[in-house]
Structure formats: structure tokens, C-alpha cells
């Protein structure tokens, strides 16, 4: 692992109107680190990732990418960002009016200028890698909630990003669905990737995780190893929501 | 703060509209206070005369169809064929609806309104007139079975009495009959409807009118009206723009040799004949042809306009969802203009208005307004769609580094025109409807051809059913092709 963090958040704030979802947010991530971000609904961990790729602009505070202040990006500087970046959102939000395989290219050949061969192969090796290249030509209304994730996936790492960021990635599913999910998820963090994961997968923030970090009130107000985590909170708001969640 | 600076912008584009509006009707003051009197060399230069007219006023003009071609007769026409062989030009004919004629010198889209007009003191307000070249004097249209109840004017005292608006048999028939109710509308078909149905007693009408009336129809009589009338405002006479002098001139002396030969008396005749060989046959079925190029100028126009309006209406959707604050402002200005004013002020504006600086005609003139209308309408449909297409869609792609302008046209516009395909669909069939108003400017649509048949049929309902069940079953046609379409657009999904 190298010593020079790919993130850096630092007395990030973001409020609406009058509310204040994030107070305070301090955090580091490093290159192939896997962080498991969990907290009570509402508690601003969406928000949290999307300050992180610039989906919403902070209030105060910063958020540094390879030590440079993202608020200060220029749209080619973001768009770079979002390139190394990727995300996977809760309901997939694949495009429907496109098919799997056009849902894959769509980016490469806009963002990254590649040609349309060139996209199309790697759109199919990717869909080949989450085990759905036999759907390349259907749109998304035909999937199921695993194969549409599933396909979300393939369609961040068709840029090429070192990072993604996963925003309840598993909640929509069906439970016998969320497995398949979580597989990919797991191949690419031992492949190296660099994630942020937003889940109350107990199970995978175990095995997969380097650090859990929980949320409430726009603070995180613990961070710790996983074991340490789930058996043994310090804060009284973490150990009530573990205990929620565990007896769930 | 910020709510309010859009409201500045706002209100300025919206008076920027205006002023525009002003600038471009300004110039006609202008040009008939000062412009030296051309308007007899323009005619020679040009070598044809441009002549308005409301065919549908029989017998001094109105539209007679001969082997499937329809054209335009009567005393007017063959009166001004006269002056255009004594100016040595050719005569074109301009059709419109009665309100316009006049409206179309003042704004140089003809040369000479002659339309049966009286030469009324506020007429003269605004435009110039020729010597009366016809007075056929004024009677009274009543029903048949009223000629023992109805002999004379004085019998008509507190009855209700029928007569086209803004004419002189109005005005008289509200001045010199005691007690008189009179009921104005703008069509003496309409009116001749309206007596057969006794919603009302009598119509002042035209003498020449009267009789081409009782003789096509058997169950009408008339009296002379016995009014002791001013003859300089009750005869017929021809319409100029102001300052034509040397138009009406020489315009003149053709009416003076045209009235010393009493050359009015042949072309009565000759216009009664056309009358009589036009209603032998007044079956719907032998009018087929007019209503079939009705239906094609309809649904032409309305394909046409559907297409510039979605055009438009993109435009402006996409100026509103766009980050410069002057192009939200037009856009929404443009929409609450738009919307704010009535379709047939618009379509007048785009063929009288715009007309003063480039000469449209009138079917393209009301291809432009009804489209720029649509554009109006389809924006906020395009909007609705627009907003109905799910924020997640917009972040997904923004997390992919798309450009805003890409997420646009690849992702959120596809799904809002699916979207709002049927929103769309009702767009078109409304417009099917109400393109119906450019009939005013002579456009030669379904309700423009229906008033043709009515006038030359002196069939008052017949023609209106059948021009009904025509839109009708257009719009029924086309929702079921477009329901069809939505289906199939769904499965493709
Ligand atoms: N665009 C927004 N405008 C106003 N309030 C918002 C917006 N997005 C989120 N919020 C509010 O911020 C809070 C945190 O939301 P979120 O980050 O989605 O929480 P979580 O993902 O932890 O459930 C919630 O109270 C939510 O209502
Ligand atoms: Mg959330």
C-alpha cells in the first residue's frame, strides 16, 4: 500500500437551506482501501459520497483528491474526477433507453473518446467479468435487481476508475440476490480497488473491509477495524445501532 | 434576492417583446403621413393590382366551382376586371374573411378592398375610398310565412332583427327601427340560419343580396327596407390604403364610364347566372372536392406546425433548463406571451403585423403562427417530460463524467419524448382543431371551405355536419394511429 492518501476530507459541512446534513466530516482514504461507511438512515451518508465526487458541492470544508482541493476543479478537472471515480447508486439507475451494451459504451465513447470497436470490446469482456455477456443486447427493464447491479458495475468500470463508491449497493434487492452482488463487490476489492462502500452487509464489512466508519448527526462518530466495530462499539450510538441492526 | 433579479429580467425581456411589437406596426403611421403618393406608379410598376374580398356575398362575390376548380365571381370582380384592363395591369384576388379586408390595405397586403363595403364615416378614419360605384339599397330578409305579418318597416318595430356586425344594416337596423332588438353575427349564412330558425325576425340585408337570397330559396321573401338614407354611405365602395390619391383617381374614371353604361346591370346578370347553374345541384356529395382540399390544408397545416413546434418547444425547454439567465428569461417570456394571447390575434399579427416588413403569404403565415404557437404549448409539455425523467438518471451520468449537454441528448431527452408521446399526440389532434382559425386570413382550410360551401349552397347546417364529422373522424383517425404507435413504442422498450 502506498502512504499518500487518494482521499482527504477535511471539516467537511454540507448544509440545505437550513439544514445541516454534514457538521464535520474528517476522513482519509488510502489507495486500495476498502471503507465501509454505515449509520442510521438519514444520517448523511449519501450525501457524504456524493461530496466526494462532486455530485454536490460542500458547504465548508474540503475534500482533497490526490491532494488537490476539489472545489476548485475546473468541468475538465471534475470530469477527470468522475472518470477515476465511479459510482454504483442504490436503485442502479441504469438508462432504459439504451441497451446493457450501449449502457456500458455510452461514456467511454463520449468521455474518453474511444472509438466504438474499442468500446464495445471492453464493454463485453466487462459484462463477460460480472457474468452477464449473454445479455449485451437486452435493455434494463428485462434484468433482474442482481444482473441490473450487476450491470451498473460493469458500466463505473468501463472508465477505468481506481475508486468507486457504492451507495447501498444491495438494499434494493431481493434477499437471494444480494449474494451474486456482493461477489463482484469482493473480486474487485482483492483485485486492488479502492472503495467506499455506504451497507449494513455486516457480513461482507467483515471480510472485506480495512475500516468500518459510523455515521449519525453529521459526524462520524467512530472508526474502527470491523472486528473491533460490530463487537466492540465504544460510542453508546454506535452500539445501540449495531445491536439494532444485528437483531434485525 | 435572487428571485427577485429573475423577476427584473423577466419583465425586461417581456417589455423588449412589446417594444418589438410596437416598432414593427409603427411604420405605417409613418409612411402614410410623409411617403409622397406613389400608389398609382407602384401598381404600373408592378403591373397588377391586388384586390381583397370576402367571397361570401353573393351576388357581388363569392366562389363558383367549374370541373373540380373553384374560383372567384361576381359584379365586384367583374367591376374591378374593368379598372385593372383601364390601368393596364392584371387583376390578382386575395379571399379573406370580411373583418380582414380592410385590415389588408391598411397593411399594404392588397391594393383595393372591395368587398359590397359602405363607405361609413369611421371607415374613413382609416382608410381612403372610391365614389360609390353600385347602391342597391337596403331590405329585409323574412321568413315566408311572415309576409302578412311583416309588410313594411314599421311592422318590425320590437322585433328582433338580424344583421352582419360592423355593417351599415346593423347600425340602421339599431338607429331608425323603434324597440329593435338586433342580433349581430358575421356571416349572412349564418344570419339567413338563424331567420329559417326564427331566432330572430328579420335581417337587414343588402337589396342585391336579398333578391340572389329569395330566389335560391323558396321559403325566404323581402321588403325594401324604405329607409331615407345619406346615398354618399349606403352604396358600395372601393377601399384604399390612406393617401392613394392618384389610385383612387384613376380608379375613379373607370367607375365613371363603368356607371355611365350601366355596365352594372350586365354583370349582375351575368353573376345570377353563375348563381343559378351553382345550386341546381347542393348536394354535400357534388362539394366533395371542397372538402377535400379543406382536409388537405388542415392536416397539412397541422402536421407542419406539430413538427416546428416540437422543434421550437425543444429550444425552448432546453433554454429554460439552461444555466444563462437571459435565455431562461426569453424562454419564459416567450411561453407566457404565447400563451397569453389568443391563437387568432397571433395568426392576424404573423399575416397583417410581421406582413409590413416581410410580404408572408397567407398560408405560410399561418404555418408560422400556429407553429410558433405549438412551440409554446410543446415547451411545457417537453418540460413536464423533462422533470418526469428520474434525478437518478442525471447523477448516473454526471458520476460518469458525461457532459451536461450529452446527459441532455443521450439519456434525459430520449426518455422525456417517450415520456410525453402521448401528451404530444394530443397536441397534434388539438391542433387539427384549432388550426381551424387561419381560415380569417384566406387560408384555404376545412372551416374556410365550409363557409364557401354554406354561401353557395344557401345551405345553412348541411355543410357545418358535414365539416363536423369530417373533424371528426380525423381526430378519431389520428388518435387511433397514434394509440397504436404508443403501444408499439412501449413493447419496444
Ligand atoms: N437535495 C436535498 N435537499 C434537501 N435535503 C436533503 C437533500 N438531500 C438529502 N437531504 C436531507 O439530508 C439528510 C441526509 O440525507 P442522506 O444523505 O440521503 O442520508 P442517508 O443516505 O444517510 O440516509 C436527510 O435528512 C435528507 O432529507
Ligand atoms: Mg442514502
Known amino acids: ?56 458541492k460542500p458547504t465548508a470544508g474540503q475534500v482533497l483528491f490526490e491532494g488537490k482541493d476539489t ?79 450487476r450491470v451498473a458495475i460493469a458500466r463505473a468500470l468501463a472508465m477505468d476508475p481506481e475508486m468507486l463508491l457504492f451507495d447501498e449497493p444491495t438494499s434494493a434487492l431481493d434477499p437471494e ?72 | 434576492m435572487k428571485a427577485k433579479g429573475k423577476n427584473i429580467l423577466l419583465t425586461i425581456v417581456t417589455l423588449c417583446l412589446s417594444l418589438f411589437v410596437l416598432f414593427t406596426v409603427q411604420p405605417t403611421h409613418h409612411t402614410t403621413a410623409y411617403a409622397a403618393d406613389d400608389s398609382l406608379q407602384k401598381i404600373k410598376d408592378r403591373g397588377k393590382i391586388v384586390m381583397a374580398t370576402s367571397p361570401d356575398y353573393p351576388p357581388y362575390e363569392f366562389q363558383v366551382s367549374k370541373n ?90 320590437h322585433k328582433k332583427i338580424g344583421a ?15 324597440g329593435a332588438t338586433v342580433k349581430g353575427m358575421d356571416k349572412n349564412t349564418d344570419l339567413v340560419l338563424a331567420l329559417k330558425t326564427h331566432k330572430i325576425d328579420a335581417l337587414g340585408i343588402e337589396t342585391p343580396s336579398a333578391e340572389a337570397y329569395v330566389k335560391n330559396d323558396h321559403d325566404l321573401a323581402m321588403i325594401k327596407s324604405g329607409y331615407h338614407l345619406n346615398k354618399n354611405e349606403t352604396g358600395s365602395a372601393m ?58 390544408y388542415t392536416l397539412l397545416i397541422s402536421a407542419i406546425s406539430v413538427i416546428f413546434g416540437v422543434l421550437l418547444g425543444t429550444i425552448l425547454a432546453l ?15 416567450y411561453v407566457e406571451f404565447v400563451r397569453g394571447t389568443p391563437l387568432m390575434v397571433q395568426v392576424m399579427f404573423v399575416y397583417f403585423g410581421v406582413g409590413i416588413i416581410v410580404n408572408l403569404p397567407a398560408l405560410l403565415s399561418g404555418i408560422i403562427a400556429v407553429s410558433l404557437n405549438s412551440g409554446a404549448y410543446v415547451e411545457e409539455i417537453i418540460r413536464g417530460g423533462i422533470n418526469s425523467v428520474d434525478k437518478g438518471q442525471t447523477e448516473a451520468s454526471a458520476s460518469l463524467g458525461l457532459a451536461k449537454s450529452d446527459t441532455m441528448r443521450f439519456v434525459v431527452l430520449p426518455q422525456a419524448l417517450k415520456n410525453i408521446w402521448p401528451a404530444l399526440g394530443n397536441e397534434f389532434v388539438s391542433l387539427v382543431k384549432e388550426s381551424s382559425i387561419v381560415s380569417i386570413i384566406g387560408v384555404t382550410d376545412l372551416i374556410y371551405q365550409l363557409n364557401i360551401v354554406r354561401a353557395d349552397t344557401y345551405r ?14 380525423m381526430t378519431f383517425i389520428l388518435t387511433r394511429v397514434l394509440n397504436y404507435f404508443e403501444g408499439r413504442m412501449k413493447h419496444a422498450k
Not at chain 1, 205 to 225: H, P, Q, S
Open chain 1, 1 to 56: 500500500m502506498q502512504n499518500k492518501p487518494l482521499v482527504e476530507v477535511k471539516k467537511l459541512q454540507k448544509n440545505y437551506g437550513d439544514t445541516e446534513v454534514l457538521k464535520e466530516i474528517d476522513g482519509t482514504v488510502m489507495p486500495g482501501q476498502v471503507i465501509c461507511v454505515i449509520g442510521p438512515s438519514g444520517s448523511g451518508k449519501s450525501t457524504f459520497l456524493r461530496c466526494l465526487n462532486m455530485l454536490e
Open chain 1, 71 to 149: 472545489s476548485k476543479f475546473s468541468e475538465e478537472e471534475l470530469t477527470t474526477l468522475r472518470e477515476r471515480m465511479g459510482m454504483v447508486f442504490q436503485s442502479f439507475n441504469l438508462f432504459p433507453n439504451l441497451t446493457v451494451l450501449d449502457n456500458l459504451k455510452l461514456a467511454p465513447i463520449r468521455v474518453k473518446k474511444m472509438s466504438d470497436k474499442e468500446a464495445e470490446d471492453k464493454a463485453l469482456s466487462l459484462l463477460k467479468r460480472v457474468g452477464l455477456e449473454e445479455k449485451a443486447n437486452v435493455y434494463p427493464s428485462s434484468l433482474s435487481g442482481g444482473q441490473a447491479q
Open chain 1, 177 to 248: 440476490m444480494v449474494g451474486e452482488v456482493l461477489a463482484v463487490m469482493k473480486e474487485l476489492a482483492e483485485d486492488g480497488m479502492t472503495m467506499v462502500v455506504v451497507t449494513h452487509e455486516m457480513g461482507f464489512a467483515r471480510e472485506v473491509a480495512n475500516e468500518v466508519w459510523f455515521m449519525a448527526d453529521g459526524y462520524i462518530l467512530e472508526k474502527n477495524k470491523p472486528n473491533e466495530m460490530f463487537e466492540h462499539p465504544q460510542n453508546p450510538r454506535t452500539k445501540d445501532f449495531i445491536s439494532k441492526i444485528i437483531n434485525s
Open chain 2, 68 to 157: 373540380g376548380k373553384s374560383r372567384i365571381v361576381g359584379m365586384d370582380v367583374d367591376i374591378m376586371k374593368q379598372v385593372a384592363k383601364d390601368l393596364g395591369v392584371k387583376l390578382e384576388i386575395k379571399s379573406m374573411s370580411y373583418d380582414s379586408v380592410l385590415v389588408a390595405v391598411e397593411t399594404g397586403k392588397a391594393d383595393v378592398a372591395m368587398s359590397g363595403i359602405n363607405p361609413t364615416a369611421k371607415r374613413r378614419q382609416s382608410v381612403d375610398f372610391s365614389e360609390i360605384y353600385y347602391n342597391g339599397g337596403q331590405s329585409f330578409l323574412i321568413n315566408k310565412t311572415d309576409v302578412g305579418k311583416y309588410k313594411n318597416k314599421a311592422a318590425l318595430a
Open chain 2, 164 to 178: 352582419q356586425t360592423g355593417t351599415l344594416q346593423y347600425n340602421l337596423a339599431k338607429s331608425k327601427i323603434p
Open chain 2, 239 to 296: 377601399a384604399f390604403k390612406k393617401g392613394s390619391g392618384t389610385l383612387a383617381a384613376a380608379v375613379n374614371k373607370s367607375i365613371d364610364k363603368i356607371k355611365a353604361k350601366h355596365m352594372t346591370t350586365q354583370y349582375l346578370a351575368d353573376a345570377g347566372k353563375y348563381m343559378k347553374v351553382n345550386t341546381t345541384n347542393t348536394s354535400m356529395i357534388h362539394y366533395w372536392t371542397y372538402f377535400a382540399k379543406g382536409i388537405e
Open chain 2, 319 to 333: 433554454m429554460r433548463f439552461s444555466k444563462s439567465k437571459l435565455l431562461h428569461a426569453i424562454s419564459v417570456a
Open chain 2, 460 to 473: 345553412g347546417v348541411m355543410p357545418v355536419f358535414v365539416a363536423m364529422c369530417i373533424y371528426f373522424v
